[in-house]
């Protein structure tokens, strides 16, 4: 009897095609997770002003991988700072909640600082209006409210200054943001020390000085922070 005519490879072909698509969605997903974690570690060390080519070197691939997952930059901190700005939030809510509400600002405005320290692509968000999504005006919005409270209510305990205003907020913190730009590598801690003046600065009364959390830069910090900003000058505005 003769048996019928088959293709060498046609018994595999079937389980060729079937083992590809997982290997290709596991792929897929390695890509992204690639990507993501390096836009964190991108964004937290240049800020939003790093582009997503910085973003597809940093990673190993190219960058038309990355237009695949993420439209636009934008899309791509959507996707990284959704979180962190809900954070932000409950943050807020929690200074609001403390019984001695001049504990509670104080609070806040050291965690808000910390957070940027610790990645300046969140402080670049917190700060700049252009990054805008619905999660980010809800929680903006839950911010302000709490904060709004929490201010009123520090006044009240008359342990806030009565002419501070809850819109001076975004002002000081725009400040610690040029300090952290100031500090640098060479001294990244430099900022607690501004803010330590500022919100003493911020007292309805007081006897004596609040204590500073850093010491001064040394001669030698200094002498490397202003090397730093004369030698590129267009990158620490």
Same mark, same amino acid.
């Given at each position: ?27 897929? %997903? ?7 974690? /390096?836009? $964190? ?8 002003? =790093?582009?997503?080519? !910085?973003?597809? %070197? +940093? ?19 959507? =996707? ?5 700005? /809900?954070?932000? #939030? ?12 001049? #504990?509670?600002?104080?609070?806040? *405005?050291?965690?808000?600082? *910390?957070?940027?320290? !610790? ?17 980010f005006a809800r ?33 000081? @913190?725009?400040?610690? %943001? @040029?300090?952290? %730009?100031f500090g640098g ?14 919100? !003493? ?7 004596? +000085? $609040?204590?500073?959390?850093?010491? =001064?830069? /040394?001669? #030698?910090?200094?002498? +490397? ?13």
């Open positions: 009897m003769r048996m019928p005519t088959t293709h060498p490879d046609a018994s595999h072909a079937g389980t060729s095609a079937d083992c590809s698509q997982p290997r290709l969605r596991s792929d897929a %997903k390695a890509n992204l997770e690639r990507i993501l974690n /390096s836009a $964190r570690e991108v964004f937290a060390a240049q800020g939003l002003d =790093a582009t997503l080519a !910085d973003v597809a %070197k +940093h990673a190993g691939v190219g960058v038309g991988t990355v237009y695949r997952r993420f439209a636009s930059k934008d899309e791509l901190i959507q =996707a990284l700072f959704d979180t962190r700005c /809900s954070e932000i #939030e409950t943050i807020a809510a929690t200074a609001r909640e403390m019984p001695d509400a001049w #504990e509670g600002l104080v609070y806040f *405005l050291d965690v808000i600082s *910390l957070r940027m320290a !610790d990645n300046r692509g969140f402080g670049d968000l917190l700060m700049d209006g252009r990054f805008a999504s619905d999660t929680a903006r919005a839950g911010i302000a409210q709490h904060t709004a409270a929490l201010v009123n209510r520090a006044k009240e305990q008359g342990t806030l200054r009565s002419d501070f205003e809850v819109n001076d907020i975004p002002l000081l @913190m725009q400040v610690v %943001k @040029m300090a952290q %730009k590598d060479e001294a990244p801690q430099a900022y607690r020390r501004a803010l330590g003046f500022m919100i !003493d600065g911020l007292c309805a009364s007081r006897t004596g +000085h $609040r204590e500073l959390p850093v010491p =001064a830069l /040394s001669s #030698e910090q200094l002498d +490397h922070v202003l090397h730093r900003f004369q030698a590129s000058p267009d990158k620490n505005c």
